[in-house]
């Protein structure tokens, strides 16, 4: 291992450390580096300068995993709108606009996806439209670069390292020391002499366990999709050598969600979708023998398609009433009045028309008769949305009490993020001609425990028990888990992860017994991590998180606007702190250049 060294040189500025550089960590990022090169600062900075480290396992920084061109397909669109997008405001828009030419010169299918008929002159951004999600990424590789330029302009020395993997990580009497490994070289360098570091590394998927370890049909995850295709050809060559099978695979697509949805349609993109003369899509014409797709969830819907979001003011869910019903719990909420009061306004909003068991159970026969119904642009429809979506705004759920937490994690948060987070009407369509096709069907698994199993012939046996229905059994030669993530830490499967989870710099987030999932921040605010040191729990005096790793992020701040607002409050607590200078007798976080081959690397 080489080790690098550097602390107790005086004479140096701040040393900062990004650890994941997809939308959290590049967010974080555009804006420290903003903070640091505001005007009225010097320029080119003073000494002693502040230095920047980014470490991303991936070949590049910026799109981080979700929005990689090599794990994503043209099909797969951002689940917000280009206008609730962006490092800040309306940035991705404004970064569409301002590169209008060149994307049509250089990706047009990115744009065509989304606006099919359009031409070179004619193409223009939709503020409300839903782009694919490679898109998203080239934007937060170009504003990466661009705040690495800015930075390193500004005399700010940044390094980027691509394809390292962070192993280990604790607090040192020089500052915070991160364990590095070349992904390619298998070479392993040590960061010392982080004042502030920032862990991004955003969502996770849980090994899987048992006989289902390694088993080629069996994916954790839907990405990338050419091990999804890979997989299911694999599987479909096998049943041809079953006498008298169908030669069409059935793959199960456990959970409907949005990445369900990506996981369908990559399971159908060896096919044409065709378009009405006003560009909705009309019907799905397979090439070849499309396999035989079965989507299942707990409620058997998917997520709605959302018109304008309306301008509705809730008048009874509101934080007053929220603090009456703390005032009434010694200090909690509870969650009945809660959902009554969302009931409430609900009916309130609708005029009768809806309530919450309408949210908990849909009034339709099956998901293609939601779908069409959600199509049609109803008012109503738009009405629970946007009612649901500032209900989760409130971020009531940090001041439930803790067995109310269990219940709520257990079986009300599906209901709010499957009515919450719309879907593009395109992706709609496009499930509704799969349906027409015979190509997909749908069914209800219930809320009871769901079991995966594999057979003697090697196929998979998913089994359900609905708490209201018969027995669900479903039959498979691939399963594709595409359902919500795993918040227990102990299943986390980073290295860095586990290693300071066993070293107390991360404590999973507790409360009166229940483990919500994800590492617990300071309680006194901020983004902070509580570490535990000599028996007791504070917070790090060096080390910030937020995104999907924390507490509360799956229930309350799962949107875009919740990661720039993260961001501004760690670069605003990195800041407030940076402005007395570093701790005494402290140098530059110092890199082994050796260990630097192959990465993207600047001084």
């Known amino acids: 291992m080489a080790t690098a060294t550097g602390r107790g040189t005086p004479g140096h500025g701040v040393s900062y450390c990004v650890i994941g550089t997809g939308f959290s960590g590049t967010c974080a990022l555009w804006h420290l580096v903003q903070r640091l090169t505001a ?16 470490v991303e396992r991936g070949p590049v920084s910026g799109p981080g995993y979700p929005y990689d061109e090599d794990n994503v397909q043209l099909a797969h669109l951002c689940n917000n709108e280009a206008g609730s997008m962006g490092l800040h405001g309306t940035d991705f828009v404004d970064w569409l606009t301002e590169n209008r030419q060149r994307l049509w010169r250089e990706c047009p299918g990115h744009l065509l996806e989304t606006h099919p008929g359009a031409g070179p002159d004619t193409w223009k951004p939709d503020p409300r439209a839903f782009y694919p999600r490679a898109l998203f990424g080239r934007y937060l590789r170009e504003r990466f670069q661009q705040a690495v330029e800015r930075a390193r302009a500004h005399g700010i020395t940044v390094h980027t390292l691509t394809r390292h993997e962070a192993l280990d990580g604790f607090t040192a009497p020089d500052g915070f020391r991160v364990l590095l490994r070349d992904l390619d070289t298998g070479r392993e360098t040590t960061l010392t002499g982080l004042d502030r570091v920032l862990l991004a590394t955003g969502h996770w998927q849980p090994a899987p366990t048992g006989r289902l370890t390694g088993h080629d049909g069996y994916l954790a ?4 999709p050419q091990a999804v295709r890979h997989s299911v050809r694999a599987r479909a060559r096998t049943r041809r050598t079953r006498p008298g099978a169908d030669a069409r695979p059935v793959v199960f697509v456990e959970g409907m969600g949005p990445s369900g949805i990506d996981a369908i349609l990559t399971l159908c993109a060896d096919g044409t979708f065709t378009h009405t003369p006003d560009g909705h899509i009309d019907t799905y014409r397979p090439h070849g023998t499309p396999p035989r797709v079965v989507a299942g969830s707990r409620s058997g819907f998917f997520p709605p398609v959302r018109g304008p979001l309306p301008p509705y003011e809730p008048q009874l869910l509101t934080e007053e009433n929220l603090a009456a019903i703390r005032r009434a719990h010694h200090g909690r909420l509870r969650l009945a009045p809660v959902l009554e009061l969302l009931d409430a306004e609900l009916r309130r909003a609708t005029d009768g028309a809806a309530g919450w068991e309408d949210v908990a159970r849909p009034p339709y026969a099956d998901a293609r008769e939601k779908l069409a119904y959600d199509l049609r642009a109803s008012a109503t429809g738009d009405l629970v949305h946007a009612v649901v979506l500032k209900a989760r705004r409130l971020r009531f759920y940090h001041r439930l009490a803790p067995d109310d937490k269990a219940a709520y994690d257990r079986l009300f ?3 709010i993020i499957r009515t919450a987070v719309p879907m593009p009407a395109a992706n709609a369509e496009k499930l509704l001609a799969l349906m027409d096709a015979g190509v997909l069907t749908t069914v209800r698994l219930g809320y009871g425990t769901t079991r995966t199993e594999i057979t003697d012939d090697g196929t998979f046996r998913v089994t359900a028990a609905p708490d209201d229905g018969p027995a669900v059994t479903v039959r498979a030669d691939c399963v594709v888990r595409a359902r919500g993530q795993d918040f227990r830490l102990e299943r986390h499967p980073s290295p860095l992860v586990q290693n300071l989870l066993r070293r107390g710099e991360i404590v999973p987030h507790e409360e009166g017994g229940y483990t919500t999932g994800g590492i617990a921040l300071d309680p006194g605010g901020g983004h902070r991590v509580l570490r535990r040191a000599g028996g007791a729990l504070g917070p790090s005096p060096h080390l910030s998180s937020f995104g999907p790793v924390v507490r509360f992020w799956q229930n309350e701040k799962n949107y875009a606007g919740a990661f720039v607002e993260a961001a501004r409050s760690v670069v605003d607590d990195w800041a407030g702190e940076a ?11 110092a890199v082994d250049g050796a260990g630097l081959v192959g990465s993207e690397t600047g001084r």
Request: proline share 32%; charged share 10%; glycine share 8%.
């Open 413 to 415: 948060d599906t209901h």
């Open 39 to 54: 005007p009225g600062r010097p320029h080119p900075a003073p000494d002693p300068a502040p230095s920047i480290v980014t």
């Open 221 to 224: 995850a839907p990405y990338p």
């Open 579 to 589: 402005a007395a200078g570093p701790p005494a007798a402290v140098g530059p976080a």
